[in-house]
C-alpha cells in the first residue's frame, strides 16, 4: 500500500528540555514545573541520552520525608531514590528511547509496554533528538476527516484495481467504504490498509459484491 503512516519525527518536540546528570533534585522539579512536563532525559557528554527522570523518580523522597520510616516491602531502588540528590542517581536508567524514523503505532505499543508517558527520540548514536508525549501521538486524530478520506482515495485504492467501485464518506474520523468490491475476498486487506490511515477512528462497511449476470442459454431450433 502507498498510504505511508506518520511518524514520531512529524509530531515530536524538536526542541526538548533535559538536563545534566549532575542537576539537583530542586533544579529539576523547577524545570519540570515550569515547562509542564512529567518528565526530563538526562544527558551526557555531547547530549548522549544516559537516562529518564519522572516524577516517580521524585515521589520517594516526598514519602519516605513524610512517613519517616521507609517499608520494609519497599523496592530497594525507591529507597535509595528517596535518598538521592542529583540527576545521575535519581534517573532510571537505561532510558526507554525511540527513534525518529518510528511509526506513531510503534511509539504507542513501546509507551503502553514500559508505563511511560514520555519518550526521548534518540538517533543512531544515542544523543537526543526530541521528546515525545503521549498526547503528540495523540495528535494524529485532529486530522481532519477531508485529509484522511482524500489519503483513502489517492493511497489505499488505487493499490486495489478490485476496489474501483469503492466509494469513501469521513465523518468525526469514522470511515464508512460502500458500493461495489469486485473480490469479497479482499475485505480484510481493505479494512486493514484502511486502519493503517493516521487519524481513523473506526471502519464501517457497506459493501456488495460484483453484479451476477444470469445466465441465458442459448434458444435452441424447433
Known amino acids: ?17 533535559a538536563v545534566g546528570g549532575r542537576a539537583s533534585y530542586k533544579e529539576i522539579v523547577e524545570l519540570m514545573n515550569q515547562w509542564k512536563v512529567s518528565a526530563l532525559p538526562v544527558l ?6 544516559i537516562g529518564v527522570v519522572s516524577e516517580a523518580d521524585l515521589l520517594p523522597k516526598e514519602e519516605c520525608r513524610v512517613d519517616d520510616a ?6 530497594r531502588a525507591d529507597t535509595a531514590k528517596a535518598g538521592a540528590v542529583y540527576a545521575e542517581d535519581l534517573m532510571s536508567s537505561p532510558a526507554v528511547t525511540v527513534h525518529a524514523d518510528a511509526t506513531i503505532a510503534e511509539a504507542a505499543r513501546v509507551m503502553a509496554r514500559r508505563r511511560v508517558k514520555r519518550l526521548p527520540v534518540v538517533d543512531g548514536h544515542g544523543l537526543l533528538e526530541g521528546v515525545v508525549s503521549r498526547s503528540d501521538l495523540l495528535k494524529v486524530f485532529l486530522r481532519t476527516d477531508e485529509e484522511m478520506a482524500a489519503e483513502i482515495r489517492a493511497g489505499v485504492l488505487p493499490d486495489l484495481p478490485a476496489a474501483a467501485g469503492v466509494r469513501v464518506s469521513v465523518t468525526d474520523g469514522v470511515v464508512t467504504l460502500g458500493g461495489r ?10 479494512a486493514r490498509a484502511v486502519r493503517a490511515v493516521e487519524g481513523v477512528v473506526d471502519i464501517r462497511l457497506d459493501l456488495h459484491g460484483p453484479e451476477v449476470v444470469p445466465h441465458t442459454p442459448p434458444a435452441t431450433g424447433a
Open 70 to 75: 521507609v517499608p520494609r516491602d519497599r523496592p
Open 1 to 17: 500500500m502507498n498510504a505511508s503512516p506518520h511518524t514520531v519525527s512529524d509530531v515530536m518536540t524538536h526542541t526538548a528540555v
Open 181 to 190: 468490491l469486485r473480490d469479497r475476498a479482499l475485505v480484510p486487506l481493505l
Open 44 to 49: 551526557a557528554g555531547e547530549g548522549r541520552v
